[in-house]
């Protein structure tokens, strides 16, 4: 196949970056290119914005510095599994194909690799908000985060110290919450159900107002900046020297760099490169009910139910489940009952009412130790990866677009990259 002209570098001074994957992580990988003047060219099989980043539940979770293997997690999994309306599924036409990932899971939660891990998604995390901030600001859309708090709620009373106990740990991590009850919970939240019991406030926390529009809203950026859209699906990425060459189904075409963002499909692309990275596609459902947009205030967490809903320009979204069922099964009816059960009870305005529902299921691009790969290729740096950002890639998209970028230009970075290296496994 021919390599294409119109791809090779114009002029000397302009370096050109193929961007594989138009998702969150991948638009503002590609923006911030641009910003760092590199000539910018993003692929994707689809329009921008379909893939996980397309239905998530908008929230900015950076409250989130737990790994999701722990001990905690680890003791109370087989139970969650095999409650029918748990929130954790291992279909059995996937189950031998993900003993080896789980078995990689469980040693994660090891006291060293916990804190590893831990230390890694503070840092991520921690940047994550301001990083947003520079990048909307910079397009002229900082209207899409808005400071919306977050309440995490708990219905058992017994629970209560379980509440304090979350509060002092985040306490120390210089996160501030405000435990409520009774009138207060019921001020800030009408409308939810009264067997909530008690409540964490976080009054700091943000969300997305739509993540679908804010995707299309930076795709819009970067075409507006000159980028150029390929909308072919990447079969191979092959470096050489000091060039990379991208093959699609209809041709190659031939780079100075390229970053892979492809979300939970990443692994594929990796592996054509001899480089095996433990990926998984962890499936996650959301419903969207346009109808009940107004009936929450904020983002509302459910530590026992272990599902979130919230309030987004599109309705009210519910979203959950960790099915680990790799890219290919189809999407599971009764996870979406399940949803629909657990919102209703946290919210009784949603029975009975015969509302119109959306029902949409994607794929969190997950590593065993809860941390993306944020690197370069270790023979070809000008390969440069940004995935796995599993349940906080809309969070952590930006930061995590910083750093790549930081790697491709050999700047130093006030966070330790160690923690994301492709060769950590
Ligand atoms: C139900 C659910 C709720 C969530 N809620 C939140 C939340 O509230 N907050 C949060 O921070 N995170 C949340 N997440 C996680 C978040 O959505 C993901 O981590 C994030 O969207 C990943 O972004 P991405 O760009 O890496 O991947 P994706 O959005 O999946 O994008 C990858 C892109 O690569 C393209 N692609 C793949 N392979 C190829 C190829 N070979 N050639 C061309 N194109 C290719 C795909 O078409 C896709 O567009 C949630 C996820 C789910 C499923």
Same mark, same amino acid.
């Not at 689809?46 to 905690?72: H, K, M, R, V, W």
């Not at 219905?155 to 009850?181: G, Y």
């Not at 967490?301 to 987004?312: D, I, K, N, Q, T």
């Given at each position: 196949?021919? %390599?294409?002209?119109?791809? &090779?570098?114009? /002029?000397?001074?302009?370096?050109? +970056?193929?961007?594989?994957?138009?998702?969150?992580?991948?638009?503002?990988?590609?923006?911030?290119?641009?910003?760092?003047?590199?000539?910018?060219?993003?692929?994707?099989?689809?329009?921008?914005?379909?893939?996980?980043?397309?239905?998530?539940? /908008?929230?900015?979770?950076?409250?989130?510095?737990?790994?999701?293997?722990?001990?905690?997690? #680890?003791?109370?999994?087989?139970?969650?599994?095999?409650?029918?309306?748990?929130?954790?599924?291992?279909?059995?036409?996937?189950? !031998?194909?993900? +003993?080896?990932?789980?078995? $990689?899971? %469980?040693?994660?939660?090891?006291?060293?690799?916990?804190?590893?891990?831990?230390?890694?998604?503070?840092?991520?995390?921690?940047?994550?908000?301001?990083?947003?901030?520079?990048?909307?600001?910079?397009?002229?859309?900082?209207?899409?985060?808005?400071? !919306?708090? *977050?309440?995490?709620?708990?219905?058992?009373?017994?629970?209560?110290?379980?509440?304090?106990?979350?509060?002092?740990?985040?306490?120390?991590?210089?996160?501030?919450?405000?435990?409520?009850?009774?009138?207060?919970?019921?001020?800030?939240?009408?409308?939810?159900?009264?067997?909530?019991?008690?409540?964490? @406030?976080?009054?700091?926390?943000?969300?997305?107002?739509?993540?679908?529009?804010?995707?299309?809203?930076?795709?819009?950026?970067?075409?507006?900046?000159?980028?150029?859209?390929?909308?072919?699906?990447?079969? =191979?990425?092959?470096?050489?020297?000091?060039?990379?060459?991208?093959?699609?189904?209809?041709?190659?075409?031939?780079?100075?760099?390229?970053?892979?963002?492809?979300?939970?499909?990443?692994?594929? #692309?990796?592996?054509?490169?001899?480089?095996?990275?433990?990926?998984?596609?962890?499936?996650? *459902?959301?419903?969207?009910?346009?109808?009940?947009?107004?009936?929450? $205030?904020?983002?509302? /967490?459910?530590?026992?139910?272990?599902?979130?809903?919230?309030?987004?320009?599109?309705?009210?979204?519910?979203?959950?489940?960790?099915?680990? /069922?790799?890219?290919?099964?189809?999407?599971?009816?009764?996870?979406?009952?399940?949803?629909?059960?657990?919102?209703?009870?946290?919210?009784?305005?949603?029975?009975?009412?015969?509302?119109?529902?959306?029902?949409?299921?994607?794929? $969190?691009?997950?590593?065993?130790?809860?941390?993306?790969?944020?690197?370069?290729?270790?023979?070809?740096? &000008?390969?440069?990866?940004?995935?796995?950002?599993?349940?906080?890639?809309?969070?952590?998209?930006?930061?995590?677009?910083?750093?790549?970028?930081?790697?491709? =230009?050999?700047?130093? !970075?006030?966070?330790?990259?160690?923690? @994301?290296? %492709?060769?950590?496994?």
């Amino acid at each position: 196949m021919a %390599v294409s002209e119109i791809d &090779q570098k114009v /002029g000397e001074s302009i370096t050109t +970056v193929a961007v594989i994957g138009a998702g969150v992580v991948g638009l503002c990988c590609a923006l911030e290119a641009q910003r760092k003047g590199y000539r910018v060219i993003l692929f994707d099989r689809d329009e921008a914005g379909l893939g996980a980043s397309f239905g998530n539940a /908008g929230y900015l979770a950076t409250e989130l510095i737990e790994p999701l293997s722990n001990p905690q997690t #680890l003791r109370s999994a087989l139970s969650l599994w095999l409650n029918p309306k748990g929130p954790l599924f291992l279909p059995l036409q996937y189950f !031998s194909r993900i +003993v080896p990932w789980l078995l $990689r899971f %469980v040693g994660a939660s090891a006291p060293e690799a916990l804190r590893r891990s831990r230390t890694g998604l503070i840092q991520l995390n921690r940047e994550a908000i301001a990083a947003w901030q520079r990048c909307l600001e910079d397009i002229g859309a900082s209207e899409q985060i808005v400071k !919306s708090g *977050y309440l995490l709620v708990w219905e058992s009373a017994d629970k209560i110290d379980a509440a304090r106990q979350h509060q002092a740990w985040l306490r120390e991590n210089r996160i501030e919450t405000e435990l409520v009850q009774g009138e207060r919970l019921a001020e800030l939240e009408p409308e939810l159900a009264k067997t909530v019991n008690h409540a964490l @406030f976080f009054p700091d926390a943000c969300r997305v107002r739509e993540p679908y529009l804010l995707c299309k809203r930076l795709f819009a950026a970067f075409i507006d900046r000159g980028g150029e859209f390929i909308q072919q699906r990447v079969t =191979q990425v092959r470096p050489s020297g000091h060039r990379v060459t991208v093959s699609t189904e209809l041709q190659d075409y031939s780079y100075d760099n390229v970053m892979i963002c492809a979300g939970a499909w990443s692994k594929a #692309l990796l592996s054509d490169m001899g480089i095996n990275v433990p990926l998984e596609a962890e499936r996650g *459902y959301h419903l969207t009910i346009p109808a009940a947009g107004s009936m929450l $205030r904020h983002p509302i /967490g459910s530590a026992e139910r272990r599902f979130v809903m919230g309030p987004l320009d599109s309705g009210l979204r519910v979203v959950g489940m960790t099915e680990l /069922g790799g890219l290919k099964l189809s999407p599971v009816k009764g996870r979406f009952d399940v949803l629909s059960y657990h919102s209703s009870q946290l919210l009784p305005g949603l029975k009975n009412q015969g509302l119109d529902v959306s029902e949409w299921m994607g794929h $969190r691009p997950t590593l065993p130790d809860s941390l993306p790969v944020i690197d370069q290729h270790p023979q070809y740096p &000008q390969v440069v990866f940004a995935f796995g950002n599993q349940h906080l890639g809309l969070t952590q998209a930006a930061v995590t677009a910083e750093l790549a970028l930081k790697l491709m =230009q050999n700047e130093a !970075s006030s966070i330790d990259m160690n923690a @994301f290296k %492709v060769s950590r496994f």
